[in-house]
């Protein structure tokens, strides 16, 4: 299923539609929903209509269709809804979008309705359908990280308001200016909505020609390669002479110097790399938070890349990659504890660091960044994995195995992060001799996946040894 046009719409439906266009602008709002929800139930790819139909449920609601009992007593009714949409988003998610719309229509913000127009709209084809409800959810959760990347990540596959994606981002990214994720997603849609203002995206509309776009197609190839996360040498180096030629032009386009600078990383000449990110430190844009992650990032791959270059059976190389290791890991510490100085209250930061000193051995002060990093939501079952790791290296046993219980029982399902949560509570009821608790981990574990790490040996010594 594709979305529609109003051009699309066969003739009786384009005259409901604007049967319902004229009542809701006489706010006749009960009368404009039931008209839309109608048309919707027959077109359920019909944008136009269900942006209709969503700003008429708001205003409904703003003129006193949504005061506080009345969308009390809408939410206690729509909890069925909620649960027969969840039900149908797989085996019939148009009749899944058509129930959750009837909760929308009492309470336009319910977040569980618009998470289901996500997702079965997404399994209809209907990416324009998901952007209006992804942009409803990010407006009512604007510090969620997944929310928001998932939203710009939409526009950017699909097409969509990039600059609502941008700011989205842009806002998380003042709090965060280090998280990878974001500053990822940020350059993702950037690049998308950079081919799409170029004009590739009218061509199928018919809005534009490939004669008028023509101009454009080598400059849309290095954008789309430059998208790539690995790029092969020989593109590496065409657009190190395009964009080389492109500075000797504009000088102080600070944008094309840390191209410049990424390409030379990837091809390991970080010394020119760390020179064009100097040039870029020594212009306005200096205080770009991102580009002291973006310099830290190089000098760790170089340390890496010297790794490399080590002869693995020369009789030194294990004291000499020893060293690069100490080396390494003292420059992640050293530039971390700058960050932790300059964003004190970045959570994500703060994980980080404790990672680190984990590393290093450094366990009292990787407890203590730890126990700052739960306050993260998105680092909180990580940093209580860690946390309590920490707690068995000192021997506190009691409060390792705690930690782990109480992160446990924040999973509701059983992944990969809940199998190794599990696993570590089963080791550290077997160092504190408790092997019937232990076994019990163990076998969760084997029930869902014998395959994990040395469960299978455990589980199945106990069982021999009975």
Known sequence: MAEKSINEIPADTRRLYTKAVEAAQRDNHDYAIALFCQ???????????????RTTQLKKA???????????????????????????????PAGALSTVE???????????????????ALALELPQTATLSLEVLVK??????ALAIE?????????????????????????????PDLVQALKN???????????????ETGEASYRDILRNKEEAVSLEQEKRVQKTEDVAERLIGEYE???????????????????????????????????????????????????AKTIVKRFDHELEQLNPFAPEHAEEAAKIHALKLDFQITECQKRVEKYPTDLAIRFEMGQLYFQAGKISEAIAEFQKAQGNPHKRIAAMNLLAQCFAKRKMFDLAARTLQNAIKEKPGFDEEKKELTYQLGCVFETMAKKEEAIEQFKLIYETDSSYKDVSAKVEAYYAGQ
């Open 39 to 53: 048309i919707l139930d027959k077109e359920p790819g019909f944008f136009e209509c269900r942006r209709a139909l």
């Open 62 to 92: 703003g003129a006193g269709g949504g005061g506080f009992f009345k969308k009390m007593l809408s939410g206690a009714g729509s909890s069925p809804q909620i649960a027969k949409a969840k039900l149908a988003v797989g085996s019939n």
């Open 102 to 120: 009837q909760v929308l229509n009492g309470d336009p913000s319910n977040a569980s309705a618009h998470r289901i127009i996500v997702d079965a």
């Open 140 to 145: 009512n959760s604007p510090k969620d990280k």
């Open 151 to 179: 939203f710009a990540n939409t526009i950017a596959e699909h097409g969509g308001d990039a600059r609502a994606g941008e700011r989205v981002l842009q806002e998380l990214i003042r709090t965060s200016p280090y998280d």
């Open 189 to 203: 849609l950037s690049a998308a909505r950079t081919l799409d203002e170029g004009g590739y995206d009218k061509i």
């Open 245 to 295: 030629e492109k500075l000797r032009r504009e000088p102080n386009n600070m944008k094309i110097v840390r191209d410049l600078a990424e390409l030379y990383a990837q091809k390991k000449d970080f010394d020119r790399s760390l020179a064009y990110y100097d040039r870029i430190k020594e212009s306005a844009m200096g205080n770009d938070p991102t580009l002291e992650q973006a310099v």
